[in-house]
């Protein structure tokens, strides 16, 4: 976040907070899913 936060003043760091705020929400998701379901996470390693 700190690079997006640099890249704001060139407008390139908000489209990084914009990808940013959707992985983060996929992610508690798709950790929230796996939480009712009472499994793992699967493969937590990779992107989404």
Do not use: E, H, S
Not at 9 to 34: D, N, P, S, T
Request: proline fraction near 4%; aromatic fraction near 16%; charged fraction near 10%.
């Amino acid at each position: 976040m700190f690079i997006g936060t640099l890249l704001a003043l060139v407008v390139v760091g908000y489209l990084i907070w914009l990808f940013w705020l959707i992985w983060l929400i996929i992610r508690c998701i798709k950790g929230f899913q796996a939480v009712d379901k009472q499994q793992p996470i699967g493969n937590p390693t990779t992107l989404f």
